[in-house]
């Protein structure tokens, strides 16, 4: 009786391995990786991008995939997910790319820019354009991969205490707006300043701060910003805001295949699917702040503040080409695309909608 | 020596099945699964999707699910995939939910509707709103599953031998244009008909009709309509074409859990690619046709000729209503989602977009 369930056993197990070609028992590993975000525990949308990807990855491997991930609640160091997964001790971060300026100047690009593309377009530039091949020739010196993790949509330009009628009102106005957009205002006389989520609203409240960008009704109505500043700009700074999928190059490259592709493929759905979550709430937010806090103003600089911000990113722009052959070539490869992919846009969706909009109900 | 073999390898075999808790030997059997597709051999963008699909789910199953696709020059049904999967001929589809009208009037919602959502809205509908529940409501009763299949972004609205000035110049217009925007159309006194790709420039030369709506430029320019009318007019009927995999549901519960998510993440992830490929064309396309063709007119139609279409958009809609409580289901889940998300796009993309064009460059 025993020797039959062997033979039968074995029988079964030969037709496994020579009908699929799997390299032998590849089947029976279980790879389980660390992933460190620099979100906080329960963070919103943002949190749950990762959670999404690792979820499919451990469904689509049968389990042969798990992936736990550290809020920086428990490992303490969201600014130091790039150097945590570049050293091994994480396998994997969520995060964003512009928030490794400072170390690697280059990853500015790949996260959006002030007057960018806008999302459609700038998953264009990634998966059809140069984008990928770019970010690779950034992030390969470091032994890391990155890859797109999650889209805001378009940011709101911010909540102001005052409103901004000229250039003159930006002149010394304190705000926290980090990144490149920050380096824009400088260059016109404001203060930009970085401060971390948990004091924001005790800063603007106390007028440590005259103005700050978080980043859409999707996140910024429950930090109740609306509450103590009247002004709710329209955005010119992050019109894509894309986070990011950092991953070590030797967990990388001791996946098989499979897992490989599974891996990917979770990560670029869980990107797409954050974009569509993102606009999704952002709707529903909005809604809800028009209806109980109706007294909200929204505005769009004027004209002569929004030229003197582009004037101001297109001399920074030129600076940074200037001193860096990659920076140039990416610089030039994002302005390139947007200019054709503009067109489009502008004949598409944005003629389709003040088309529609024309109408009466 | 032949004993001491098989030891061993019942041996590896059973640690395989211990440490990952598959069902006994799922691994061992590879699924075949057939795919009738819509279009012609080698179509683009349409048929790169479910290409994409079958390829990302045999590499991430390690060969064990196999998807071979029929093109209509196989199958010779381009409009009979419906039918064929829900026999269990084929196992998958891959075509346009509005196809199957005339066989089951809700299935029209899911592709795209005159005066509707744009594309991440309609994601957002569909996603994160009622759009997927409501889509299984409708296939469900034909043992069919039916999931987003990639979106072709805004469609454009035509190539026309004669501008459209007014109403009187749509009375009596032979137009190719199917669907509801046909019908919208012909309570306006054109004469929409529906007519082959294959004879479409045909009859557009000789003046069997005298205008047809296709794609957008991702698809057109091949097509050389620009060769034989002047006017391009910009969407009001398709915002945001989604294609479809239909699946049949046999199909379906004999997939083991990891094979079935690897189908749905395939699928899901193989349609935003579409839309991010058909951006991509329509932009780079767009360049061609204004660089080699800088003859033709792009045309907006008149207030009066848009109004007209949307009231008579919105009786018909009134009438489909009234006639189907699921059809009222759907009009109405779709006129909310679109009502909230709407302002949300107009308030972020359109917002920006107006912003940064009004600047010099």
Redesign the interface.
């Known amino acids: 009786m025993k020797s039959l369930k062997?033979t039968t056993?074995?029988a079964?197990?030969?037709?496994?391995i020579s009908?699929?070609?799997?390299p032998a028992?590849?089947?029976?590993?279980?790879y389980k990786l660390k992933m460190a975000e620099t979100w906080s525990a329960n963070f919103p949308i943002f949190g749950d991008a990762p959670r999404n990807m690792a979820r499919?990855a451990e469904?689509?491997?049968?389990?042969?995939l798990k992936i736990t991930i550290d809020s920086s609640n428990k490992h303490k160091a969201p600014f130091g997910v790039f150097d945590m997964v570049r050293s091994g001790q994480y396998d994997l971060g969520h995060s964003a790319s512009y928030y490794w300026k400072g170390k690697v100047p280059n990853t500015l690009y790949f996260t959006t820019m002030p007057?960018g593309m806008?999302?459609?377009?700038q998953?264009?530039w990634f998966?059809?354009?140069d984008g990928m091949k770019l970010m690779e020739k950034v992030y390969q010196p470091f032994g890391l991969l990155s890859f797109p993790g999650g889209n805001t949509?378009?940011q709101?330009g911010g909540w102001f205490q005052k409103e901004i009628n000229s250039l003159d009102d930006l002149k010394g106005l304190k705000m926290r707006i980090p990144g490149f957009a920050g380096e824009v205002l400088a260059k016109l006389g404001a203060k930009p300043t970085n401060i971390a989520s948990g004091e924001l609203y005790t800063a603007l409240e106390r007028r440590t701060i005259d103005a700050l960008e978080w980043v859409?009704?999707s996140l910024d109505l429950r930090m109740g910003f609306h509450k103590i500043a009247p002004y709710y700009y329209?955005?010119?700074h992050e019109?894509a805001t894309e986070l990011q999928f950092l991953v070590n190059q030797r967990t990388w490259k001791k996946l098989?295949?499979?897992l490989r592709?599974?891996l990917r493929?979770?990560m670029?759905?869980a990107a797409?699917?954050m974009?569509?979550?993102s606009?999704?709430?952002?709707?529903?937010n909005?809604?809800t702040m028009?209806s109980e806090y109706p007294n909200i103003q929204?505005k769009?600089?004027p004209?002569e503040v929004?030229?003197a911000m582009?004037k101001a990113n297109q001399e920074l722009l030129a600076e940074k080409s200037a001193a860096d052959p990659v920076a140039k070539e990416i610089i030039e490869s994002q302005a390139a695309y947007m200019k054709?992919?503009?067109?489009?846009?502008?004949?598409?969706?944005?003629?389709?909608?003040?088309?529609?909009?024309?109408?009466?109900e």
């Open positions: 062997i056993l074995v079964a197990a030969a037709v496994t009908a699929i070609s799997l028992f590849a089947a029976d590993r279980v499919m469904e689509m491997s049968n389990g042969r007057f806008i999302t459609p377009e998953y264009g998966y059809e354009g949509g378009n709101m859409g009704p329209t955005g010119w019109p098989p295949d499979d592709e599974i493929v979770s670029k759905l797409y699917d974009y569509t979550q606009y999704h709430e952002s709707g529903v909005w809604a028009a929204v769009t600089f004209k929004l030229a582009k054709t992919a503009r067109v489009w846009t502008n004949i598409s969706d944005r003629a389709y909608l003040e088309s529609v909009d024309s109408l009466a």
